[in-house]
């Protein structure tokens, strides 16, 4: 049995995260494999659109979730063929409502786990600073993450893009930040994705930024 643990009223934004939550809690109940249990930021705004959600108001509330461990990024390494013949390689990046967002809409279950400490945890195995339980940032690039979620909020509220061009370069920031998770990142999805992101913003009020970002990730894909 569903029960709401939410409170819409007590922040403006609480309604739509609560509605991105349970419409991926929804998805998670009709799969049929867990593959199909996650749906891509496009599907997700589509199903968000009728209610009267703006597509940046999704990705931003999205990025929230994502950040706090309600929801889950999937990440599918996929190749395809450029007209020119070439094979590049890209990321599927799509969304699932996590174990901790189940245990928020269900009922009580006597799977549910309490987290094993209330501490931040901070490791460092290759080069990798492990906070927590989920995030993870290379700590030869650790200014790039910033840089990149500084990047996303300013497309979000950018005047000058169109809102699909603000999903495309937020679904290419999501890429590199999860290259950046890794110990080894692989440079040639980086390059492509950071190519992408040049390619598409290109208003003044980027320049800085851009410009920042692209200094740092050179030192990774040189």
């Given amino acids: 049995m569903k029960q709401s643990t939410s409170n819409p009223n007590s922040n403006p934004n609480d309604r739509i995260r609560d509605t ?39 990705a931003s509330n999205l990025d929230y979730l994502l950040q706090k461990g309600w929801v889950r990024d999937v990440v599918e390494n996929r190749t395809f063929t450029t007209p020119r013949g070439t094979t590049q390689q890209a990321e599927k990046i799509t969304y699932k409502i996590s174990d901790v967002g189940i245990d928020r809409l269900e009922a009580a ?17 290759q080069g990798v600073t492990v906070v927590g339980n989920d995030n993870v940032v290379n700590t030869n690039l650790t200014e790039v993450p910033r840089l990149l979620n500084e990047m996303r909020n300013v497309v979000l509220e950018s005047s000058s893009m169109s809102d699909t061009t603000k999903l495309e370069v937020v679904a290419d920031i999501d890429t ?12 040639s999805i980086v390059k492509t994705a950071w190519s992408a992101i040049e390619k598409s913003v290109t ?20």
């Fill in 176 to 187: 590199l930040q999860s290259q950046l998770q890794k110990p080894s990142p692989n440079k």
């Fill in 20 to 58: 991105i939550l349970r419409r991926l809690y929804e998805v998670h109940e009709k799969a049929k494999s867990p593959k199909s249990a996650a749906i891509g930021i496009r599907d997700l705004c589509s199903a968000l659109k009728p209610l009267g959600y703006k597509q940046q108001e999704v």
């Fill in 109 to 125: 279950s006597t799977y549910q786990r309490p987290a094993i400490t209330p501490h931040i945890n901070v490791t460092n195995i």
């Fill in 203 to 222: 208003a003044a009020e980027f320049v800085d930024l851009l410009g920042k970002v692209g200094a740092l990730l050179s030192l990774l894909i040189s």
